[in-house]
């Protein structure tokens, strides 16, 4: 065929049927020297792979482990000699002759103190597994002899910190100025070194460009004019007029509660609309504003609308893990066991100086993976505000509890209050002395920003006392898609009279993609908004499909956030450990990895806020496979090997 036209090999080849398997270059898994240059399968459920090479690939990434493991007789003396070689490994790094990079060297530390935590019987005996004793019996072949599916999740861990351990983590392998050696810029000196450093620099700064293009905001005008549209088919379906746009409390009455709407409004999935179906059905929470509903794409293909769409419609297994708790939801959904830190109702506590108080537990709309999806009943739940009696109770605990100067007021949104109630909480609490500052949170800026009336900023705006009292917005944007003129608008109001914006955001799979995050961050500054918290998802059972690594937390962090100026970045990346409170995830020391499990899952042990003050006991949580999130990526048309140095993240 090679001296065909291609319309001639077209018609030389041989049609294929429609059962046919393409044969498509991405379908396979190619054995490359570099493990995380596989070309996988871009579908889910599962990458292609081929478990026996894999498992050869653990050996190769380490002979001398595997020898260890080969030839000893039992699992304590496969201990004793990895400690052993650890031991010597650790030295070699110290020593003078040692040429490894001295960034490489770093990670084989790390590394080292990794495994040592992983093989240590204390760990093995709190995780009620043995990595170890896994990879002892595969590499003595007693693969009958293992009481758990080993993953390919697990292998790939330890392929990777077995690279670790001997300084061949390949962080740096596709650096073109690594493979040259030292940085041609440091082998000059003033403004000759300056100018050489440009290129790197350019290079840096113009990928972050090309992954920033990928997630527009809603302030660019070819977005703006689809919601323009969008905003006249909703319109036009209520039979509604401008007026009725910008008046909130239109939208609270019209807001969505069942599919029906939404299948005349938007395309959805059969999926999307099962699960809505469902929820509706079984009574779980479920609720849309009209104006969030104008920032959803019309068409499924258009897609820039994923972040918005996931906030909202639920997916098939957070229905049905609702559903299947209905009775016992207050118990196992509260993960962050309010419950156990509420000393009196509508309050809880964790800090010395802060305390929350909920006096209204419900919202414009309902959002899938809501911290308080136990206790929230359904949208704009007409109980929902706290009676009188109890608000009062609850306002005059702080009486009794002087040290507190920093509430925030929280729910479900109580800016969906009515203006006198707001301004009958917020008076009280400014008249206690040691009160200096109330933040309340919310998220009408995101979801219904037409709630920013004038009237309402002329209450809040009222107690804005600096410096005896300082109010605060404290909102929740996810993505750049949900920066819109109208969220701008309601953020500029807070800003006229002085008050703060921040923001924080949950980092999900919806908005953990390389650089966008970041560029939310970019886009929150443009209008106004601090980012505050990046917070690390609860792992609840019901909401798994949007969880991330605590890796990939890390990584953003290092290798996304640093690349912005320091005025963009000023979040923290913590995670609300249950019971604990917030654990800064950069602060190296307050976590640990101790294990990875059967399915690749790490398992971390979490330390309290109060640690070096008092000694309460740490947490151990089980986060989500790395692989398995790599796979939800590529499925979405991720090229993975963007994430390769994930690995060494932890
Ligand atoms: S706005 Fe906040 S409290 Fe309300 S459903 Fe969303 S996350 Fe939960």
Same mark, same amino acid.
Not at 299 to 318: F, M
Not at 375 to 385: D, F, N, Q, W, Y
Not at 458 to 485: C, D, G, M, N
């Given at each position: 065929?090679?001296?065909?036209?291609?319309?001639?090999?077209?018609?030389?080849?041989?049609?294929?049927?429609?059962?046919?398997?393409?044969?498509?270059?991405?379908?396979?898994?190619?054995?490359?020297?570099?493990?995380?240059?596989?070309?996988?399968?871009?579908?889910?459920?599962?990458?292609?792979?081929? +478990?026996?090479?894999?498992?050869?690939?653990?050996?190769?990434?380490?002979?001398?482990?595997?020898?260890?493991?080969?030839?000893?007789?039992?699992?304590?003396?496969?201990?004793?000699?990895?400690?052993?070689?650890?031991?010597?490994?650790?030295?070699?790094?110290?020593?003078?002759?040692?040429?490894?990079?001295?960034?490489?060297?770093?990670?084989?530390?790390?590394?080292?103190?990794?495994?040592?935590?992983?093989?240590?019987?204390?760990?093995?005996?709190?995780?009620?597994?043995?990595?170890?004793?896994?990879?002892?019996?595969?590499?003595?072949?007693?693969?009958?002899?293992? %009481?758990?599916? *080993?993953?390919?999740?697990? *292998?790939?861990?330890?392929?990777?910190?077995?690279?670790?351990?001997?300084?061949?983590?390949?962080?740096?392998?596709?650096?073109?100025?690594?493979?040259?050696?030292?940085?041609?810029?440091?082998?000059?000196?003033?403004?000759?070194?300056?100018?050489?450093?440009?290129?790197?620099?350019?290079?840096?700064?113009?990928?972050?460009?090309?992954?920033?293009?990928?997630?527009?905001?809603?302030?660019?005008?070819?977005?703006?004019?689809?919601?323009?549209?969008?905003?006249?088919?909703?319109?036009?379906?209520?039979?509604?007029?401008?007026?009725?746009?910008?008046?909130y409390?239109?939208?609270?009455?019209?807001?969505?509660?069942? $599919?029906?709407?939404?299948?005349?409004?938007?395309?959805?999935?059969?999926?999307?609309?099962?699960?809505?179906?469902?929820?509706?059905?079984? %009574?779980? $929470?479920?609720?849309?504003? @009209?104006?969030?509903?104008?920032?959803?794409?019309?068409?499924?293909?258009?897609? +820039?609308?994923? $972040?918005?769409?996931?906030?909202?419609?639920?997916?098939?297994?957070?229905?049905? %893990?609702? *559903?299947?708790?209905?009775?016992?939801?207050?118990?196992?959904?509260?993960?962050?066991?309010?419950?156990?830190?509420?000393? *009196?109702?509508?309050?809880?506590?964790?800090?010395?100086?802060?305390?929350?108080?909920?006096?209204?537990?419900?919202?414009?709309?309902?959002?899938?993976?809501?911290?308080?999806?136990?206790?929230?009943?359904?949208?704009?739940? @007409?109980?929902?505000?706290?009676?009188?009696?109890?608000?009062?109770?609850?306002?005059?605990?702080?009486?009794?509890?002087?040290?507190?100067?920093?509430?925030?007021?929280?729910?479900?949104?109580p800016l969906?209050? %009515?203006d006198?109630?707001i301004e009958?909480?917020l008076?009280?609490?400014?008249?206690?002395?040691?009160?200096?500052?109330?933040?309340i949170?919310s998220?009408t800026p995101?979801?219904l920003p037409m709630r920013i009336t004038d009237n309402l900023i002329q209450i809040i705006s009222k107690y804005h006392?600096? @410096?005896?009292?300082?109010i605060a917005l404290?909102t929740?944007?996810?993505?750049?898609?949900?920066?819109?003129?109208?969220?701008m608008n309601a953020v500029r109001k807070f800003k006229k009279e002085g008050i703060g914006v921040?923001?924080?955001?949950?980092?999900?799979?919806?908005?953990?993609?390389?650089?966008?995050?970041?560029?939310?961050?970019?886009?929150?500054?443009?209008?106004g908004?601090?980012?505050?918290?990046?917070?690390?998802?609860?792992?609840?059972?019901?909401?798994?499909? +949007?969880?991330?690594?605590?890796?990939?937390?890390?990584?953003?962090?290092?290798?996304?956030?640093?690349?912005?100026?320091?005025?963009?970045?000023?979040?923290?990346?913590?995670?609300?450990? @249950?019971?604990?409170?917030?654990?800064?995830?950069? $602060?190296?020391?307050?976590?640990?990895?101790?294990?990875?499990?059967?399915?690749?899952?790490?398992?971390?042990?979490?330390?309290?806020?109060?640690?070096?003050?008092?000694?309460?006991?740490?947490?151990?949580?089980?986060?989500?496979?790395?692989?398995?999130?790599?796979?939800?990526?590529?499925?979405?048309?991720?090229?993975?090997?963007?994430?390769?140095?994930?690995?060494?993240?932890?």
């Amino acid at each position: 065929m090679a001296n065909m036209t291609d319309s001639e090999k077209k018609k030389a080849s041989p049609k294929k049927t429609p059962t046919e398997t393409p044969k498509l270059k991405w379908l396979s898994t190619k054995l490359l020297d570099d493990v995380f240059t596989d070309e996988v399968s871009l579908f889910k459920p599962h990458f292609t792979v081929d +478990y026996d090479a894999y498992i050869q690939r653990l050996w190769d990434s380490n002979p001398d482990i595997y020898e260890i493991l080969k030839s000893s007789n039992n699992l304590e003396s496969a201990r004793d000699a990895m400690y052993t070689y650890l031991e010597k490994a650790e030295r070699k790094v110290f020593a003078l002759d040692n040429d490894l990079h001295i960034l490489e060297k770093s990670t084989v530390r790390q590394s080292i103190r990794v495994f040592r935590s992983i093989i240590g019987p204390i760990n093995e005996f709190r995780t009620e597994f043995s990595a170890l004793d896994s990879l002892w019996k595969l590499a003595q072949n007693k693969r009958e002899e293992l %009481k758990n599916k *080993i993953s390919v999740g697990f *292998i790939l861990e330890f392929i990777n910190l077995f690279r670790g351990v001997t300084g061949k983590s390949n962080i740096y392998l596709e650096n073109a100025q690594v493979k040259k050696g030292i940085p041609d810029f440091l082998k000059l000196k003033g403004r000759d070194a300056a100018i050489e450093r440009m290129e790197i620099l350019d290079d840096l700064g113009s990928s972050v460009h090309k992954y920033f293009k990928k997630y527009p905001s809603g302030l660019e005008d070819e977005v703006i004019a689809w919601r323009k549209e969008n905003k006249s088919r909703i319109l036009r379906y209520f039979k509604a007029d401008e007026n009725n746009w910008n008046d909130y409390q239109w939208h609270l009455r019209n807001v969505i509660r069942n $599919a029906k709407p939404l299948l005349e409004l938007i395309e959805l999935t059969a999926e999307q609309k099962d699960a809505v179906d469902n929820a509706v059905k079984n %009574k779980i $929470a479920f609720g849309i504003t @009209p104006y969030y509903l104008s920032l959803m794409d019309r068409k499924l293909s258009i897609g +820039y609308d994923h $972040a918005v769409r996931a906030q909202v419609i639920p997916p098939k297994e957070y229905v049905d %893990k609702m *559903i299947e708790h209905k009775g016992d939801r207050s118990v196992t959904f509260d993960f962050m066991g309010e419950h156990d830190t509420s000393p *009196i109702e509508l309050i809880t506590r964790r800090y010395p100086l802060i305390s929350i108080i909920k006096p209204f537990n419900t919202c414009a709309q309902i959002c899938v993976y809501c911290q308080r999806n136990w206790e929230i009943e359904s949208v704009l739940e @007409p109980k929902a505000l706290a009676g009188s009696k109890r608000l009062d109770e609850a306002l005059a605990w702080f009486d009794e509890h002087k040290s507190i100067g920093d509430i925030l007021i929280t729910g479900g949104d109580p800016l969906i209050m %009515k203006d006198y109630q707001i301004e009958r909480i917020l008076d009280t609490l400014a008249s206690k002395k040691q009160v200096y500052r109330i933040r309340i949170g919310s998220r009408t800026p995101v979801v219904l920003p037409m709630r920013i009336t004038d009237n309402l900023i002329q209450i809040i705006s009222k107690y804005h006392r600096p @410096p005896k009292l300082e109010i605060a917005l404290v909102t929740h944007f996810e993505h750049p898609y949900e920066i819109t003129p109208d969220a701008m608008n309601a953020v500029r109001k807070f800003k006229k009279e002085g008050i703060g914006v921040y923001n924080q955001q949950v980092y999900t799979i919806e908005n953990s993609r390389r650089f966008e995050t970041a560029k939310l961050r970019r886009d929150l500054k443009s209008i106004g908004v601090d980012p505050y918290y990046t917070f690390n998802m609860k792992g609840k059972e019901e909401t798994k499909r +949007y969880m991330v690594p605590i890796a990939r937390i890390l990584q953003e962090r290092k290798e996304e956030a640093r690349l912005l100026p320091g005025l963009d970045r000023t979040d923290e990346p913590v995670f609300n450990v @249950p019971k604990l409170g917030k654990n800064q995830l950069q $602060a190296g020391q307050d976590h640990r990895l101790v294990m990875v499990l059967p399915d690749g899952s790490r398992v971390y042990e979490f330390h309290p806020w109060e640690k070096n003050i008092s000694p309460i006991p740490p947490y151990n949580y089980v986060d989500v496979p790395i692989y398995d999130y790599l796979e939800e990526l590529a499925s979405r048309g991720e090229n993975i090997r963007d994430y390769r140095t994930i690995w060494f993240y932890y």
